[in-house]
C-alpha cells in the first residue's frame, strides 16, 4: 500500500483474505495494493502467509515491503511502501506448490476465513474482501463446505443470505448456489425464490438508493416450461413466488426466459436478475463482467465482497493474473462501509 501515515478515524480498516496460496489470491492482492486509489479510501489489511506474500512479491517484481502485525491496532503505525500483514499460518513450499490443492493450505483459508469473520463481528474492522479460494483444499483439510458465501453465513449465523455477482451493467443473485445441477429442481422452492426475491431487492436498494429496484426473475425451465410440457416449476413454485414478492411491494417480474431476458438486462432495463441456478445466472455476467465483477453477499451482519473467480492454477506464480476484479471488491466494501452508494 502506498502513502503515508493514514488517520485510521478517516477510512473504514478492511480486511483482505489472501485465499489460496497454490493460486493466484496473493499475486492480485500485491498488484491491487498498489493502485494509490486504495490507499484514498480504506485502510487495507491482509490476513495470510508471510513466506506466501514473499513469493508473490518476487513474482510480481513488487518493491513494496511487508510489515508484520501482531495485532490490527498496530496498523495505524503503517508506513509507505509497505502491506500490512497479520500472520496466522506459517506454510512451508510443500504446503502450497503452485496449481496444487493441498491439506494445510485448506486449514490455512479456512483460519484466515474464520478470522476475518470474527473481527468484522466484533466491530474491529469494517468489511472482509477475499481473495479465491479452492474447495478441494479445504475439503481435504475436513472443512466440508461448498463455497466461501456458505462458511461465511455460518460464521455469522444465518441462513438468509443470498450471494450477488454484480458488474456496473449486470446484477445477478441466485437462488441456488453451489450445488449439483441434478439438486436444483428440488432447491428450487417457494420459499427459496421468495426469500431471494427479498433480500435482493433489500440489498439493491442499499447499494444504489433506489427505493424500488426493478428486479427480473428467471424461469427455471426453457421456454418458462412451455406450459408444463418441460416442468411445472415456473407456473407452480417461481410465480406464486413473484406474486407474492409484488405484494410486499417489491417491483419483481417474471417468470422470464433466460435465454432472452439477458439481451433486455444488459441495456439497463432492470436493477437486479434473480436467476435459479449457478450457470444460469454466472454465465452472462461473467461473460461482460469477468474482469471487473464483484462477487457479494447480501442479507449478511457483515460486509464481505470477493473477486468473481475462482484460484486460476494456470496462470499461478507468472504474474500475470488481474487485479482487476479485486480492486472493484475493495472498492465497493469500502463505499458500503462508509456509507456511500456505490457505484458498480
Not at 426473475?217 to 412451455?226: F, Q
Not at 462477487?295 to 496462470?315: E, F, K, Q
Amino acid at each position: 500500500m502506498q502513502g503515508s501515515l493514514v488517520d485510521m478515524q478517516s477510512l473504514p480498516t478492511i480486511v483482505i483474505t489472501m485465499g489460496d496460496p497454490s493460486g493466484v489470491g496473493p499475486e492480485i492482492i500485491i498488484k491491487a495494493l498498489h493502485s494509490t486509489e486504495i490507499s484514498r479510501i480504506c485502510i487495507p489489511f491482509v490476513i495470510g502467509d508471510k513466506a506466501a506474500l514473499e513469493r508473490a512479491l518476487l513474482v510480481c517484481g513488487s518493491l513494496l515491503k511487508i510489515q508484520e502485525l501482531n495485532s490490527v491496532e498496530e496498523i495505524g503505525t503503517l508506513q509507505k511502501g509497505s502491506i500490512p500483514l497479520l500472520a496466522i499460518s506459517n506454510l512451508t513450499e510443500e504446503d502450497m506448490t503452485y496449481g496444487s490443492p493441498s491439506p494445510k493450505a485448506g486449514d490455512a483459508v479456512f483460519n484466515y476465513i474464520c478470522k476475518a469473520a470474527r473481527l468484522c463481528l466484533d466491530g474491529v474492522v469494517a468489511a472482509m474482501v477475499t481473495a479465491p479460494i479452492s474447495k478441494e483444499s479445504m475439503h481435504r483439510a475436513g472443512h466440508d463446505y461448498p463455497g466461501h458465501t456458505e462458511l461465511i453465513a455460518e460464521l455469522c449465523g444465518t441462513d438468509n443470505f443470498v450471494m450477488m455477482l454484480a458488474g456496473n451493467v449486470l446484477r445477478v443473485s441466485l437462488v441456488t448456489i453451489h450445488v449439483a445441477l441434478a439438486d436444483v429442481p428440488r432447491l428450487v422452492t417457494f420459499e427459496q425464490v421468495l426469500k431471494t426475491i427479498y433480500i435482493t431487492a433489500e440489498g439493491i436498494t442499499r447499494l444504489t438508493g433506489k427505493r424500488s429496484p426493478k428486479l427480473a426473475v428467471l424461469a427455471l425451465n426453457p421456454h418458462c416450461g412451455e406450459g408444463g410440457k418441460f416442468g411445472t416449476q415456473d407456473t407452480e413454485i417461481i410465480e406464486p413466488a413473484i406474486r407474492a414478492a409484488r405484494l410486499k411491494g417489491i417491483n419483481a417480474e417474471g417468470p422470464l426466459s433466460a435465454d432472452t431476458l439477458f439481451h433486455f438486462a444488459q441495456q439497463g432495463t432492470y436493477d437486479g436478475v434473480v436467476a435459479m441456478y449457478h450457470d444460469q445466472g454466472l454465465i452472462p455476467l461473467k461473460m461482460l463482467h469477468f474482469d471487473d465483477g464483484v462477487n457479494i453477499t447480501l442479507g449478511l451482519p457483515i460486509i464481505r465482497t470477493s473477486v468473481d473467480h475462482g484460484t486460476a492454477y494456470n496462470l499461478a506464480g507468472s504474474g500475470f493474473a488481474s487485479e482487476k476484479s479485486l480492486l472493484a471488491a475493495i472498492k465497493m466494501a469500502a463505499e458500503m462501509a462508509s456509507g456511500v452508494q456505490v457505484t458498480i
